[in-house]
């Protein structure tokens, strides 16, 4: 297991370690009742600590000072090992996540494509989605006898069109239109996403009626809003979800 935490380059701590931890001469040394068992040890938790990230100093630190008997402290430099793969792959993918990213950005970009390519009709729904936004945002945008220029010159821009888009996707109904092909395999999260907008929206109307109804006399009550922020929710919980 030490082994894998060596670079490439460190082959003067490999030879160490492959030398030290010779599994065929402790095996001799077993058989004779000459294995230094707390050399051992010792060995394993100092190249542990040169090689363990600063976050697990502290572990190392309790290996060193530990008094247990020696299954509870292999025990305890295993799992300390198991940490510390943890740490390395954690570190790895901290230093390829850029390149991967753009690697996967590609191939999704690629692959899209060649779907498109092969079947021209498989985003008909999406089309449609995003057709029946912007016409939405047209006349509201392009008032009844502006000229020409001025007109285009108001004509909404992507990011206006995505963003009512999405908010459309989080009030869509699946009983009415088929969903989006590129939201098909996250629709089970937007179901979740739509149930929980939908019950924030009832317990912010309950509140408001109370409010309006009652007036003065809970005015600066932040404690009832709360309540009855708490049990509006409790009520709603599991009606019509999902």
Known sequence: ILLSFLNPGANRMRIQIMEVLDMDLIRQQADNDAVDIQGLASYIITTMGKMCAPVRDEEIKKLRESTDNVVTLFREIFRVLDLMKADMVNFTIDNLRPVLQRQ????????????????????????????????????????????????????????????????????????????????????????????????????NEVLLIVHSTIGGPIQGLPSLSDRLKRMTSVLLDGMHSP
């Open 104 to 203: 996967s950005v590609e191939y999704e970009r690629a692959t899209f494509q060649s779907i498109l390519e092969k079947t021209p009709n498989a985003l008909n729904h999406t089309t449609s989605w995003i057709k029946s936004v912007l016409e939405e945002l047209l006349p509201t945008t392009i008032p009844t006898g502006q000229t020409q220029r001025k007109g285009q010159q108001a004509v909404p821009g992507p990011f206006q069109i995505l963003n009512f888009a999405f908010v459309r996707i989080l009030t869509w109904d699946y009983n009415k239109s088929p969903l989006p092909e590129t939201w098909i395999t996250d629709e089970t999260r937007l179901r979740e996403i739509q149930w929980r907008l939908q019950q924030y929206q009832a317990v």
